[in-house]
């Protein structure tokens, strides 16, 4: 572990500087040849291409919203999924995919079959949550090339 010191460094800088990893998450040159606008989510979660294929739900729920909902990755997890499972009735085999070796880890899918369609981001604080979900109902295969595969990913996702 590294101890780096910031104190005279304003806050906002400091901030800026822990989410300077762009290298890691997209291919850098064809973003910016391309001039490929990049944010990111408070939330965090994956990188994602945000094009007209693209479904985009946010939940935004105070603690108590939904009866019986404890506001923990968990629960939210299997309670959109099974949302999303009656929503989605008629599609295809849609399921929560989970990681190979952490159970509703934070490399939870959802996937038609095994092929993954979407991903999400949580946050949660004391009152309230919010719950991202990115969908790629249709999208230009040529804009994955935008993004480098993950580090780290379940071994269902096969690269």
């Known amino acids: 572990m590294n101890l780096l010191r910031m104190s005279a460094v304003p806050i906002l800088e400091q901030l800026y500087l822990e989410e300077r990893r762009p290298s890691e998450l997209i291919e850098l040159k064809s973003v910016l040849r391309d001039q490929i606008p990049v944010i990111k989510r408070f939330t965090g979660g994956g990188t994602v291409i945000v094009d007209d294929g693209t479904v985009f739900v946010s939940f935004i729920c105070n603690k108590n919203a939904i009866p019986g909902l404890q506001p923990y990755p968990h629960p939210i997890m299997s309670w959109t999924g099974q949302l999303y499972s009656e929503v989605l009735q008629g ?65 269902y996702r096969s690269v």
Do not use: C
Not at 106 to 125: L, R, T, W
Not at 128 to 155: C, G, Q, V
């Open 91 to 155: 599609f295809g085999d849609f399921h929560l995919r989970e990681n190979d070796d952490v159970p509703l880890s934070s490399f939870s899918d959802y996937a038609f079959n095994s092929h993954k369609f979407g991903g999400n981001a949580q946050s949660i604080i004391k009152e309230r949550w919010i719950h991202h979900t990115s969908f790629l109902w249709d999208y230009d295969i040529k804009n994955m090339e935008y993004l480098k595969h993950p580090t780290r990913a379940p071994k």
